[in-house]
């Protein structure tokens, strides 16, 4: 190996980059534009409309083509969701830009991070971040890992240590030799994981997809049956036959509530923006409602984040109160240490006037656990954890920690500090507890208990002691504080079999932390995550909803699907509530559309059918034309819908929402079809003329859609009864003025007391077998 203060030549720089062996590390895991563009407009269900779009058009039907508006639209939204979400994790970078000391031929140069190769000897300072993992070759450095571990507490890094990628030099200064590069750096790791690609989950579109796949799989046939049923049997015109063919297939795929809960969510990301929650992800909102395990951080989310010093306990009679004080004074101004501890016990006494001169320090290390500042003419003094300082544990220490305050023992020696062997002297007396208290947020009682009454399970996941975290928590109301293990102490196998049944885990990894949301979602929760450092960012990534308060590192706020920007804990309820009102109305409303998807498939069965009798006037075309669905949709699947979905609901979300409403459907659907073959029969062997059936079919196919409409606005309100007026007065005011325009007639008294005797026969069935099957329990 190289000469350690030569550093490489230029010869064995150029081989290192001819071997592809530099620091250079350019990564896109998110999905391209094509990938995006031909996930949301190259499916199949867009296919199939577009097909009929175009038959439609050949055939010259303008009127009967807006609905490709729609499908438009819904394409359009779906590629600016991903394309948002691209943009937030493209964005993700964990490392600085600023040019690097290297010792290159003997010289120090300063080069871009990116040119740096494998072996090169980097001369890091106070302030700077490691660009690539390397390990000390010479000289002596307190690095703050925080952002990638979570630790807040410095680390001494001598010869032989490791230095990670991202983390910072707090103080000190030494010589390293690069050990990775690009991508192999723990950094670019976490990154890469990160970065790769997640999935918009919506359980509403996965279950209309149900359907369009279902529908897809038999429409090609299925159209090609009614086309030709009606074009070369029934001999209707080619623009007739296509019109009539096109708007069974139309009806079959469920487009509106896409487009509904897709304006759903919308309303709700712009009302939660309002109440200064920045929703990222606008599907988020829709998974948050069916969480049922949060995984919380204690720090900043339970607690307030902010460290303060609770009090201050003598344990020797060596100093007085005012003088322990000043001492501290002198120990915080002479210090380096930046920790949220260190900062706590500075904003206490740092201010302080004192005589003390103080000498060498000993910055504090996570490793060792204590600290120490040189006094002239007095000695040393130790600041650190009392189980490293003391060696018997104190009444005033234990009481400390059983309050879940951070418990630091001021200590002195009069020996004077040794820098080269940072070691405790034989002659060590504690001086006072300091008493260091998180503050918990006033608010995360009431949230966490709001929380547990609505089923959601809590789980605590934290790089701090479990002990304090345990005693914080009970503070905080949480049930399950005893429930706690210290993660460093397992293997992966055992934090999975613990998962479960665990609710506080301390001292956990990064990858610690993701492998517990990977193990609950396998379990089959849906997982929510709160976090606010990088260390989290594998397990936000990774749980189905992640939470970020905006005092959080902008890393995760980059990448969060939700993001608090009062930082208040007490805005997840609120949340909660505007995805359940999402969730909950839609699935409430479901039925009216999915109606219109089963009698399609019905009719359409029904009409094909009806081809082994063999004569023309025994066939059944399809009795609708889709500017008919048009105008009848603007008063049941249009306005009263869209309406009622701002509604507040905010009970728990219930499974199975697509079985319970295509359940609620069957019965709208059934009476149609039934009505339908009833007016074909008085058709073929009564006095109907076609023209009457059609009105007829138009007439019970509003009135249908009224009740599944009436049913969804029970109980009554007045505002759900203006909602009602308007539907059915709307309906049958335009029916009657456009009546010409959809192709039907006027009712005249016989086909008036057809549908009036329909109607009075269906409505009674139809609410008795909504109640039977608890449709009114949702209202």
Request: proline fraction near 3%; charge should be negative; hydrophobic fraction near 45%.
């Amino acid at each position: 190996m190289q000469d350690k203060l030569t550093g490489l030549t230029k010869e064995e720089v150029q081989v290192r980059i001819q071997n592809h062996q530099t620091n250079e590390f350019n990564t896109k895991t998110s999905a391209s534009n094509w990938q995006i563009i031909r996930r949301n407009v190259f499916t199949s269900f867009n296919a199939l409309n577009f097909a009929i779009f175009l038959a439609l058009l050949a055939v010259q039907a303008w009127s009967n083509t807006f609905f490709f508006g729609i499908i438009v639209l819904n394409s359009f939204s779906g590629m600016l969701t991903e394309w948002r979400a691209r943009r937030m994790i493209d964005k993700l970078n964990l490392m600085n830009k600023d040019d690097i000391k290297v010792v290159r031929d003997g010289e120090i140069i300063k080069i871009a991070p990116e040119t740096i190769v494998l072996d090169d000897i980097l001369l890091l300072s106070a302030g700077e971040q490691v660009p690539s993992d390397a390990r000390v070759l010479e000289g002596t450095a307190e690095l703050n890992e925080a952002m990638l571990t979570g630790e807040s507490d410095l680390i001494l890094k001598q010869e032989g240590a490791e230095l990670l990628s991202g983390s910072f030099l707090a103080s000190g200064q030494v010589y390293a030799q690069v050990i990775h590069v690009g991508q192999d750096n723990y950094a670019n790791k976490l990154m890469l994981e990160a970065k790769v690609h997640k999935p918009i989950v919506s359980q509403i579109l996965a279950s209309m997809d149900r359907i369009a796949a279902f529908t897809g799989r038999i429409i090609l046939p299925f159209g090609l049956a009614l086309f030709f049923e009606a074009y070369l049997i029934k001999l209707l015109s080619l623009q007739e036959s296509v019109v009539t063919t096109s708007t069974a297939l139309l009806g079959m795929l469920p487009k509106g509530i896409a487009l509904l809960t897709m304006t759903s969510l919308l309303t709700a990301v712009i009302k939660l923006g309002m109440k200064n929650v920045l929703v990222q992800e606008m599907y988020s909102v829709e998974t948050l409602a069916r969480v049922d395990v949060l995984c919380l951080d204690k720090t900043g989310t339970i607690t307030k984040g902010q460290m303060t010093v609770e009090d201050l306990h003598l344990l020797s009679d060596r100093f007085s109160k005012d003088e322990i004080e000043h001492l501290l004074a002198a120990y915080m101004q002479t210090s380096q240490d930046s920790n949220s501890t260190a900062r706590a016990i500075r904003t206490a006494y740092g201010d302080l006037r004192h005589d003390y001169e103080s000498l060498a320090t000993v910055p504090f290390s996570s490793d060792r656990k204590w600290g120490a500042v040189g006094i002239a003419d007095l000695g040393t003094l130790y600041l650190g954890a009392p189980e490293m300082l003391l060696t018997e544990t104190l009444p005033e220490i234990q009481a400390a920690q059983m309050r879940g305050s951070r418990a630091l023992v001021l200590a002195y020696s009069p020996e004077s500090i040794r820098t080269d062997k940072l070691t405790l002297p034989s002659q060590i007396e504690a001086l006072a507890l300091l008493e260091i208290a998180d503050p918990i947020r006033d608010d995360a009682a009431e949230t966490l208990e709001y929380l547990r009454s609505q089923d959601v399970t809590l789980k605590i996941i934290s790089g701090d002691n479990p002990v304090t975290v345990a005693h914080i928590a009970k503070q905080a109301g949480f049930a399950d504080y005893n429930s706690y293990i210290d993660c460093s102490k397992v293997n992966d196998e055992e934090l999975v079999a613990l998962a479960e049944s665990t609710a506080i885990f301390g001292r956990v990894s990064p990858h610690q932390k993701k492998l517990l949301v990977q193990t609950l979602k396998k379990n089959g929760h849906t997982t929510a995550m709160t976090g606010d450092g990088v260390n989290d960012i594998l397990a936000l990534r990774e749980a189905d909803c992640s939470i970020v308060m905006a005092e959080g590192d902008p890393a995760t706020k980059q990448i969060a699907n939700l993001v608090l920007l009062d930082s208040e804990f007490s805005d997840i309820p609120e949340i909660l509530f505007e995805g359940r009102r999402v969730v909950n109305n839609i699935a409430h409303i479901a039925p009216i559309f999915l109606i219109k998807t089963i009698y399609s498939f019905l009719l359409g069965l029904l009409c094909i059918a009806s081809i082994v009798f063999g004569k023309a006037e025994y066939l059944l075309v399809f009795p609708f034309v889709q500017v008919q669905m048009t105008l009848i949709g603007q008063f049941v699947e249009g306005f009263p819908p869209f309406i009622l979905t701002f509604e507040r609901n905010i009970r728990p979300v219930q499974k199975d929402f697509l079985k319970r409403a295509l359940i609620l459907s069957i019965p709208n659907a059934l009476m149609l079809v039934i009505s339908v073959l009833i007016f074909h029969l008085m058709l073929v062997y009564g006095d109907l003329s076609q023209k009457d059936m059609s009105t007829l079919a138009y007439y019970v196919l509003g009135g249908t859609g009224l009740l599944s409409v009436i049913r969804a606005c029970l109980p009554l309100t007045k505002a759900r009864f203006a909602l009602i007026l308007y539907s059915v007065l709307g309906f049958f005011i335009s029916s009657y003025f456009l009546a010409s325009y959809v192709s039907i007639q006027p009712l005249n008294s016989y086909t008036l007391t057809i549908f009036v005797g329909i109607m009075v026969l269906i409505t009674p069935l139809f609410f008795w077998i909504s109640a039977k099957q608890g449709a009114f329990k949702e209202g």
